[in-house]
C-alpha cells in the first residue's frame, strides 16, 4: 500500500454544479409500483437526487462549476498549468474529456491535460496525483475536475440501485503554498473483488451490440436490466467497506502521527447512509464532525466527497482545519487522505 506525503500544497476554492431536475425518492419508487418506499429511503438515506437531461455530459456540470470558480476567484487562466479530470462517464471513448475541457476553458496550449477512470475513490487518488505534480516548480495552479452522471450508467428499472444515483460535477483549484502543512495518502486496490460493482459490456472487452443494450430480467427479483447497465453486490460491497476502511483510517492515523481528536471534519464517499451510519459508530466519531449530503444528492461516486465539502462545510472553512478523507468502491479500489485546507473559498452551489 503505497503511504504518500506531500508538502506545502493545498485546496484554494472549490465550486460545484448539479442538474437542475430533482428526483423525488419516494414518488419515484412508487411509481414503480415498490410499496414500502419509506422503509427503503430510511435505509439508503436518500430522499432525493439531482439527474441530468440526455444532452448533458459530466462534463458540462465541470465545465459550469469551473467557469464559477475562475470568476469568483478572478483567476489568470494563463497560469492554469495543469487540468485532470475524474470520471467514468466521459463524453467519448476517445479523445480524453480533459483536453476537450481545456479548449472550452479557455486554457493555454501549454497546459497538462488527463483523465481518471476509477470511480469512487478517485476525488483522493487525483488530489494525490495533483498534489505529487504540484512538488515541480513549473506548475503553479492545477485544476482538478470530478463529474458524473451516474444515473446514466444504472438502470432505472433495477431496484437494486434505481433509488442510490445522482448526478453532479466540482472543481478544486489546488496551489502550492507554504501555509499548507504535510498532506498524507493512502492507496489501495483489490481487482480480485472487480465483478461487485461492474458494467459487463461497452467496452472493449465486450463491444456493444444489439443484445449488450437489450433490457431484460436479470435477476429472481424481476429487476430489469442491460449487459451495459451497471451492476452491484451490495452485501459483499458492505462487507469490504467495514473489513477494509477502518483499518485503512488506523493506518493513515499513523502515517500522519495524527489521532481522531486533531481531525476537524471526516468526509466519507457517500455510499448510502447504512455504510456511513456503519462507520461512524465503528471509529467511533462525533457526528457533529462527519458531514452528509447524501438525502439530497444521492450516492455521486467520485464526487460525493468534494460535493459534501461545498455543500455542508461551505461556511466552516474558515481559519486552518484539518480533514479526513475515504473514497472507496468499484474497483475494488479505496483511498484516505489528511490533509490541511487553510481559508479555502467555496463557491454557491451551480444548477445547470
Same mark, same amino acid.
Given at each position: 500500500?503505497?503511504?504518500?506525503?506531500?508538502?506545502?500544497?493545498?485546496?484554494?476554492?472549490?465550486?460545484?454544479?448539479?442538474?437542475?431536475?430533482?428526483?423525488?425518492?419516494?414518488?419515484?419508487?412508487?411509481?414503480?409500483?415498490?410499496?414500502?418506499?419509506?422503509?427503503?429511503?430510511?435505509?439508503?438515506? #436518500?430522499?432525493?437526487?439531482?439527474?441530468?437531461?440526455?444532452?448533458?455530459?459530466?462534463?458540462?456540470?465541470?465545465?459550469?462549476?469551473?467557469?464559477?470558480?475562475?470568476?469568483?476567484?478572478? +483567476?489568470?487562466?494563463?497560469?492554469?498549468? +495543469?487540468?485532470?479530470?475524474?470520471?467514468?462517464?466521459?463524453?467519448?471513448?476517445?479523445?480524453?474529456?480533459?483536453?476537450?475541457?481545456?479548449?472550452?476553458?479557455?486554457?493555454?496550449?501549454?497546459?497538462?491535460?488527463?483523465? #481518471?477512470?476509477?470511480?469512487?475513490?478517485?476525488?483522493?487518488?487525483?488530489?494525490?496525483?495533483?498534489?505529487?505534480?504540484?512538488?515541480?516548480?513549473?506548475?503553479?495552479?492545477?485544476?482538478?475536475?470530478?463529474?458524473?452522471?451516474?444515473?446514466?450508467?444504472?438502470?432505472?428499472?433495477?431496484?437494486?440501485?434505481?433509488?442510490?444515483?445522482?448526478?453532479?460535477?466540482?472543481?478544486?483549484?489546488?496551489?502550492?503554498?507554504?501555509?499548507?502543512?504535510?498532506?498524507?495518502?493512502?492507496?489501495?486496490?483489490?481487482?480480485?473483488?472487480?465483478?461487485?460493482?461492474?458494467?459487463?459490456?461497452?467496452?472493449?472487452?465486450?463491444?456493444?451490440?444489439?443484445?449488450?443494450?437489450?433490457?431484460?430480467?436479470?435477476?429472481?427479483?424481476?429487476?430489469?436490466?442491460?449487459?451495459?447497465?451497471?451492476?452491484?453486490?451490495?452485501?459483499?460491497?458492505?462487507?469490504?467497506?467495514?473489513?477494509?476502511?477502518?483499518?485503512?483510517?488506523?493506518?493513515?492515523?499513523?502515517?500522519?502521527?495524527?489521532?481522531?481528536?486533531?481531525?476537524?471534519?471526516?468526509?466519507?464517499?457517500?455510499?448510502?447512509?447504512? #455504510?456511513?451510519?456503519?462507520?461512524?459508530?465503528?471509529?467511533?466519531?462525533?457526528?457533529?464532525?462527519?458531514?452528509?449530503?447524501?438525502?439530497?444528492?444521492?450516492?455521486?461516486?467520485?464526487?460525493?466527497?468534494?460535493?459534501? #465539502?461545498?455543500?455542508?462545510?461551505?461556511?466552516?472553512?474558515?481559519?486552518?482545519?484539518?480533514?479526513?478523507?475515504?473514497?472507496?468502491?468499484?474497483?475494488?479500489?479505496?483511498?484516505?487522505?489528511? +490533509?490541511?485546507?487553510?481559508?479555502?473559498?467555496?463557491?454557491?452551489?451551480?444548477?445547470?
Amino acid at each position: 500500500m503505497p503511504l504518500l506525503k506531500f508538502e506545502n500544497t493545498g485546496i484554494t476554492a472549490l465550486a460545484a454544479a448539479v442538474p437542475k431536475n430533482t428526483v423525488d425518492n419516494h414518488t419515484f419508487g412508487t411509481a414503480m409500483g415498490v410499496t414500502n418506499m419509506d422503509e427503503v429511503i430510511d435505509k439508503i438515506g #436518500i430522499k432525493e437526487r439531482r439527474r441530468a437531461d440526455d444532452a448533458t455530459c459530466a462534463s458540462d456540470l465541470c465545465f459550469a462549476a469551473a467557469e464559477k470558480l475562475i470568476a469568483d476567484n478572478q +483567476l489568470d487562466r494563463s497560469e492554469i498549468d +495543469l487540468l485532470v479530470f475524474i470520471s467514468q462517464t466521459p463524453d467519448y471513448r476517445m479523445p480524453a474529456t480533459s483536453v476537450t475541457l481545456q479548449h472550452r476553458l479557455g486554457l493555454p496550449e501549454s497546459t497538462m491535460a488527463f483523465d #481518471i477512470n476509477l470511480g469512487c475513490s478517485a476525488f483522493v487518488y487525483g488530489l494525490s496525483l495533483v498534489y505529487a505534480l504540484m512538488q515541480q516548480p513549473g506548475i503553479r495552479k492545477a485544476l482538478l475536475l470530478d463529474g458524473e452522471t451516474r444515473t446514466k450508467a444504472y438502470s432505472q428499472k433495477d431496484r437494486k440501485t434505481a433509488f442510490l444515483f445522482g448526478d453532479g460535477g466540482v472543481a478544486a483549484l489546488i496551489e502550492r503554498n507554504e501555509k499548507f502543512g504535510p498532506s498524507y495518502f493512502s492507496l489501495n486496490s483489490d481487482g480480485s473483488r472487480h465483478d461487485l460493482i461492474k458494467a459487463p459490456a461497452g467496452g472493449y472487452r465486450m463491444p456493444s451490440s444489439p443484445e449488450t443494450v437489450v433490457e431484460k430480467v436479470m435477476d429472481e427479483e424481476g429487476n430489469i436490466r442491460s449487459l451495459e447497465h451497471g451492476q452491484m453486490n451490495g452485501p459483499d460491497v458492505f462487507n469490504f467497506v467495514i473489513r477494509e476502511i477502518p483499518k485503512d483510517i488506523k493506518r493513515i492515523y499513523e502515517h500522519a502521527q495524527t489521532e481522531k481528536e486533531q481531525i476537524d471534519y471526516f468526509v466519507f464517499h457517500q455510499a448510502n447512509n447504512y #455504510i456511513n451510519g456503519y462507520l461512524l459508530k465503528k471509529l467511533k466519531l462525533d457526528p457533529e464532525k462527519v458531514p452528509m449530503s447524501i438525502e439530497k444528492y444521492g450516492n455521486t461516486s467520485s464526487v460525493s466527497i468534494p460535493l459534501t #465539502i461545498a455543500t455542508e462545510l461551505k461556511n466552516s472553512l474558515g481559519g486552518k482545519k484539518k480533514l479526513l478523507l475515504a473514497g472507496f468502491g468499484v474497483g475494488l479500489s479505496w483511498a484516505t487522505a489528511v +490533509l490541511d485546507v487553510e481559508d479555502c473559498k467555496v463557491s454557491e452551489m451551480v444548477e445547470v
